[in-house]
């Protein structure tokens, strides 16, 4: 049972790159979130779903796309990256809206 | 909308002593309540949680948080701080109306020797 996982650690892109951040997870949580942290700000949600084919947006959605085909995934889509999205992005899963949410190591990312 | 707050981005306690870190929360309908540490390199790991019933919720690491409904509250206490205990904490809320979960901004907690 490997919980949370997410691929890559640590990323650098250029002004203007895309990419996609990969999340899984092996619990078969209906629940999942995007949220970045930056010092000072906490942790932001980005994006979440609450199963299979359903997403919303969190509090910082622009500049992200997210799709969820899957139970298992939830990929995470940087359009054109900026330097304002240098963060440490953190995946979680839960069970439910009400449930502990597990999260994975992160991704740093850093955008020149 | 739903918010939650974390006044003091820092809180000093000597080991030993009882330590409180605070939280407030916006919310429309019931507030569901979290508390998340964050360990130095490490994930987010999960502390205790009110959903509902008793307002003292007790969870890992001796830690405890009391809901207050007037003050819309929900304060991270612990009666004895271990210098291990230094950490970043984090609030967490999500009302019975809404689906996400949103977190404050963090309060590092540094327990000295």
């Known amino acids: 049972n490997a919980g949370v996982t997410q691929t890559p650690k640590f990323q650098v892109l250029k002004t203007g790159q895309s990419m996609t951040l990969q999340c899984a997870q092996d619990?078969?949580?209906?629940?999942m979130s995007w949220y970045r942290q930056d010092p000072g700000m906490g942790l932001r949600l980005i994006h979440y779903?609450?199963?299979?084919?359903?997403?919303d947006q969190g509090e910082v959605p622009n500049g992200y796309n997210v799709s969820r085909s899957t139970t298992e995934d939830f990929p995470l889509r940087l359009l054109s990256a900026a330097p304002s999205q240098t963060s440490v992005y953190f995946c979680?899963?839960?069970?439910?809206?009400?449930?502990?949410?597990?999260f994975g190591p992160g991704t740093r990312l850093l955008v020149l | 909308a739903q918010s939650v707050a974390q006044p003091e981005d820092q809180v000093n306690v000597a080991e030993g002593n009882p330590l409180t870190v605070k939280c407030t929360y916006s919310v429309s309908g019931n507030p569901y309540l979290f508390w998340y540490v964050q360990y130095p390199n490490r994930g987010l790991q999960f502390l205790l949680k009110?959903?509902?019933?008793?307002?003292l919720v007790k969870g890992s690491y001796g830690f405890e948080a009391e809901f207050n409904k007037s003050q819309t509250s929900f304060h991270l206490k612990k009666p004895s701080a271990l210098v291990s205990d230094s950490a970043l904490y984090f609030c967490a809320v999500r009302g019975s109306s809404a689906s996400k979960i949103i977190f404050g901004s963090g309060t590092r907690l540094s327990i000295r020797p």
């Open positions: 779903s609450v199963g299979a084919g359903i997403t």
């Open positions: 979680a899963s839960s069970a439910g809206g009400v449930e502990t949410q597990y």
């Open positions: 619990m078969n949580h209906e629940y």
């Open positions: 009110y959903i509902t019933g008793d307002n």
